[in-house]
């Protein structure tokens, strides 16, 4: 079973859709929990940081629920500007500390 | 502005040929990790420093070697680079102690022909 497992996707949505995204891990030892985005050809980048109690960012909400391990990314009002990789992402323990353990990435193409 | 710089930005090298990626940090993050990403995978972990302690990934192969001569810089090489290890590698660092997030360099992407 992999670490971190997305659907990989794509999806395609015109403007102003909200899209979904779900994410599991398996080592329920994992101590934090991130979405990050990725543009073609690019680094990552941190869209956000997901917390248990659930987090807003404008157009962007993310929710966790350590029991199930599972992390969603709720996208509403889409905008051309969305289209890109997302990045489920999970900050480990791993051998001297903790490593970042990212998943497929869930591909989104927002169309007008 | 402090960041993690990655050079060269594209670097095209022969099959069998050496190569060496360089990764710089004027953040004084102690941790720094390198991540291979091919076309359409999850970045995955290589191997990382926990300051000068060198942790290597059990899958990593032996053909990818790491050097940190300092805190600041951490070089990534790949002896005999075959077709199959074209793809972007990523360089990240992060600060120990404290709620520190992961700062990421632009990437090197290799091609080997």
């Known amino acids: 079973r992999k670490e971190v497992e997305q659907d990989p996707g794509p999806f395609n949505v015109p403007e102003g859709a909200t899209v979904a995204f779900n994410c599991t891990y398996s080592?329920?030892?994992?101590?934090?929990f991130f979405w990050y985005r990725q543009d073609c050809r690019k680094e990552p980048k941190l869209l956000m940081s997901?917390?248990?109690s659930g987090n807003e960012d404008g157009r962007f909400t993310a929710q966790l629920n350590r029991a199930s391990q599972y992390i969603s990314l709720l996208i509403r009002d889409s905008k051309l500007s969305d289209s890109a990789t997302y990045l489920c992402?999970?900050?480990?323990?791993?051998?001297?500390?903790?490593?970042?353990?990212f998943g497929k990435g869930t591909t989104l193409s927002v169309s007008s | 502005d402090a960041m993690v710089i990655q050079n060269p930005r594209y670097q095209v090298t022969q099959f069998g040929k050496p190569v060496t990626l360089s990764c710089s940090q004027t953040?004084?993050?102690?941790?720094m990790y390198w991540y291979q990403q091919k076309s359409s995978q999850a970045p995955k972990l290589l191997f990382h420093?926990?300051?000068?302690?060198?942790?290597n990934e059990a899958d990593t192969p032996d053909n990818f070697q790491s050097r940190r001569p300092n805190t600041s810089f951490c070089f990534l090489d790949i002896r005999s680079p075959g077709l199959g290890d074209a793809a972007m590698y990523l360089c990240?660092?992060?600060?120990?102690?404290?709620?520190?997030?992961?700062?990421f360099g632009s990437g090197t992407r290799l091609t080997v022909v």
């Open positions: 992402v999970v900050n480990s323990p791993h051998q001297a500390g903790t490593a970042l353990i």
């Open positions: 080592n329920s030892a994992s101590q934090s």
């Open positions: 953040l004084n993050h102690n941790v």
């Open positions: 420093y926990y300051d000068k302690d060198f942790n």
């Open positions: 990240a660092t992060r600060k120990t102690g404290g709620n520190y997030g992961y700062t």
């Open positions: 997901v917390y248990s």
